[in-house]
């Protein structure tokens, strides 16, 4: 390794400033935001979008669970961009009140799967002490979120009825779609908003002005 790129290395996958748990008003303020942002995304989502999924897979029901990332990107992205404990959790549960607010099909249980989504994703970050943020640990992130929300709830309200095999494929389904849309697509959401300036407040925007990329 150069001298040049020992440098860089040691300025990605930047924590939060001062104490992990001490968080600043932009911070709740940001997250919130986002999770809000998310929230309508959902509403939209829930109403033109997830009906379509159904019919498309009809045939092989547990794969409409590889639209599952959708609602576990409020987790990743706000841990990614906040980087302190408890964020990637508020973000997803901020975004699942707003979703029940605006009006969904699943009613007051969409609170129980925020509150599970966000904690899948809390134990990544924790795992790694809140040190790494890069694209390994955000795909990591989305698919224990995934894996948290089906093996905990989903198995047993929504396809109770499954047999062992439909279910593995539908956990199998909701992994990847986690790990894909939720822990890819966020980490590139993050990097991409860094880039425009307006994560400068936060340590991803730090770690694009010194390195010119993301975390590892």
């Known amino acids: 390794m150069t001298d040049r790129a020992a440098v860089l290395d040691r300025r990605t996958d930047v924590p939060a400033a001062g104490r992990p748990g001490s968080w600043r008003v932009v911070d709740l303020v940001t997250a919130a935001m986002v ?25 092989v029901p547990p794969l409409a669970e590889l639209s599952l990332g959708v609602w576990l990107l409020p987790g990743v992205v706000g841990g990614l961009i906040v980087r302190r ?24 249980t969409v609170l129980a799967s925020g509150l599970l989504q966000g904690v899948g994703v809390e134990l990544v970050f924790l795992l790694t002490r809140w040190r790494r943020f890069g694209v390994g640990v955000a795909m990591a992130g989305g698919a224990l979120s995934a894996v948290a929300e089906i093996v905990a709830y989903e198995w047993w309200s929504y396809v109770p009825s499954f047999s062992w095999p439909a279910k593995l494929l539908y956990l199998a389904a909701g ?28 340590p991803a925007g730090r770690e694009v002005r010194a390195t010119g990329r993301g975390g590892r």
């Open 175 to 202: 992994v990847v779609s986690g790990a894909v849309i939720a822990g890819l697509l966020g980490w590139l959401l993050v990097r991409g908003l860094a880039r425009t300036g307006a994560l400068a407040a936060f």
């Open 85 to 108: 404990p408890g964020a990637a959790l508020f973000t997803e549960l901020v975004a699942a009140n707003v979703e029940l607010l605006l009006g969904n099909q699943w009613g007051v």
């Open 35 to 59: 999770a809000v942002a998310f929230g309508v995304v959902f509403w939209g989502y829930d109403t033109l979008v997830y009906p379509a999924i159904g019919l498309a897979t009809a045939a």
